[in-house]
């Protein structure tokens, strides 16, 4: 596969990247000017130079100790970051392609969904995870550039989901997401009915194999993880329960991104509808049903190796969803002109917003870890007023973090 930039196509898919990535730039650029900031696991890291392969990351483990020259781990912020973003970006721009041969330079809205969008905020906070984060995101779609050819199709979706579950097993359900879009795609918009069948028996049995092959050959249950015990059961059914809770909290408190994401949803199964060449009302079924699969997907896969917890970060794949549904409903749109524009009115509203709320999340970031550090410096300044005393003192920070909401410092004598 070759990138000839004499190519007026691969110039623009080279001008949608590079204004993705400036769009990602000048929305991060507060929480990657954050002087110092370590976030959660990042500050054990920090002090113990700890592998970030814990839960069978085998895969990022190695590429780290490759990147730092050395078994121990080295941060590289805001570098580690910037190459998550460029990651994603191509990520992104793969997912338009294969929905949409000629791409125009507004591709880069419905684009950047992915790496603006709330729930990846999370994952852009820490300084070693990132970028592993952001490679298991692109290796969920690498295998789609072989998909004219079956068996190397094959192996390479066998390869990627190996890859995917030894880097960041939370994007596990980007591959079968993309199976079922492209599998619609081909069979009531291109009427290849060989292709869709074709892609759904050969990516199932890829993905079969390679789940085999990693629960078999590479997964391990970690000892003393804090995420495996013995009520794991009822830790994923309680999951299953709060999942309505957890994916909806983000949205009740933002109207705003939730008119945003229904308009993708209405726009993909409109889009869908009218540019269907089969029955339209079996098209509208599918649309629907596809949305809810999906959805489904994207919620549930993770709990086989993640059965518990909420953050935010864990939804990586349907954030994923979000662009995917984003890029090729706004593709669909795309073929009428008046359909066109409102699309890209809708979705340049809609970035212009999440790019405010990515900055406004940095912004926030800093003045906290500001704060943070203030706090720390009291308790620094207290501790050597008793430098030289004969009494030994300890000192309880409560729960949560050093904030002012939890701070409850107390110092009292050993016993």
Known sequence: MTFNLNN??????????????????????????VDDYYFRDDNVRLITG???GAFNRYLATYLSYFLSGTTFTVAFAPLSQIVCLV??????????????????????????ILGLFPFFWENMSYTYDS????LSVLLGVIPFLFINNKWQFFVVSVL??????????????IYPIMVILLAIDFYFIKLDNKKALSVVIYSLFAFITALIIFKIFIYSVPENSYIYHENTRVTRMRFLMNLPFLSGRYFIKESLLFIFVGLIYLMFVTGFIKSSKRNRLLAFIVAIGSVGVTLVLSLILKIMY?????????????DFLIMAL?????????KNKLMKRVGVVIYSIG????????????????????????????????????????ENYQIDFGKGKIQAKTINTKYSKKT
């Open 8 to 33: 007026k196509q691969n110039k623009k898919l080279l001008y949608i990247f590079i204004i993705c990535m400036v769009i990602y730039l000048f929305s991060y650029a507060s929480l990657l000017t």
């Open 50 to 52: 700890g592998s970030i």
């Open 87 to 112: 990651f994603i970006s191509i990520a992104g721009i793969i997912t338009a392609k294969l929905f949409n041969k000629k791409l125009k330079l507004t591709a880069v809205f419905p684009i950047c």
């Open 131 to 134: 970028i592993f984060m952001g």
């Open 160 to 173: 990627s989901v190996l890859g995917v579950c030894t880097t960041y097993q939370l994007s596990i359900s």
């Open 306 to 318: 993640v059965p518990g917890g909420g953050q935010a970060r864990y939804f990586i794949s349907y």
């Open 326 to 334: 984003g890029v090729y409903g706004f593709s669909l749109f795309a």
């Open 351 to 390: 970035i212009i917003h999440l790019s405010f709320m990515t900055s406004a999340y940095g912004n926030t970031t800093k003045l906290q870890w500001e704060y943070d550090k203030f706090r720390i410096s009291m308790v620094a300044t207290d501790l050597s007023n008793l430098i030289g005393k004969k």
